[in-house]
């Protein structure tokens, strides 16, 4: 049986070989590509039985496969290996699509092997990422996915107190008090939230939960205290516009 290992970590990947090599019966060659792009190519050139395929890729996500595969019979089984947490593990269960959570159990990927070899001749692996792809859509409605090392956090929207720009990284400040460094620029979370009501763009190195808002003061400018009691200035070419948002919103 031939298999793909699909992962960007080349500690992943080995330690993912080395079980297969010494833990599971079966497997006589094994394949490997550090991004989704290097994989699929391998994938069309080689025919796997098997792909393990990593979910958290930069450039490209695991779960993008099905995009180069359009109007393609997918022969090959696919094992996701993820490190995301529970709550988004609900995503796969719902697809009935095969994962492993890393680090990577020897008796639960002996039992995943022996699924994917027993579904072989399953046709409906692409109905399957479909579903799954729609079951993170439905994940994805109310929250908001960040991306921190080794894995992706969901956050409901209603968590979040505000965004920060910190250079190409955004600090996202959350209602428990928490934050997190997402290397990602404060444009995606604004335009990824462009048509929530709930977030406002009063600067350009902040965007703002309007519900969490506790006082706007006409002082020294135009600024907003939030609910933690930092204090948000809101440029000066932005000023009306946010006293007019607030006047409709709210009185």
Sequence with gaps: ?????????????????????EECTGVLEILEASNLLDGVSLIKEESPE????????????????????????????????TAYSQYALEAFRISAIDYLMKPIDTDE????????KESLKDKNVANKLIQLEKAFQQLSLNKIALEIPKSIIFVSHEDILYFEADGV???????????ELICKTLKHFTDQ???????????????????????????????????????????????????????????
């Design 1 to 21: 049986m031939k298999v793909i290992i699909i992962d960007d970590e080349s500690r992943a990947r080995n330690v993912l070989r080395t079980l297969l090599q």
């Design 50 to 81: 098997i792909v393990f395929l990593d979910v958290e890729m930069p450039q490209h996500s695991g779960l993008e496969i099905l995009d180069f595969f359009k109007n393609k019979v997918i022969n090959f089984q696919i094992i996701f290996t």
């Design 109 to 116: 990927l002996q039992q995943a092997l022996l699924k994917a």
């Design 169 to 179: 990284y955004t600090r996202v400040n959350m209602v428990n008090g928490k934050s």
């Design 193 to 251: 939230l462009k048509d929530k009501a709930l977030f406002y763009k009063p600067h350009r190195s902040y965007l703002i939960n309007l519900k969490f808002m506790n006082e706007v003061v006409k002082k020294d400018g135009l600024y907003v205290v939030m609910q933690n009691k930092k204090t948000i200035p809101v440029a000066r070419d932005r000023k009306e516009a946010f006293l007019k948002m607030i006047q409709i919103i709210f009185q």
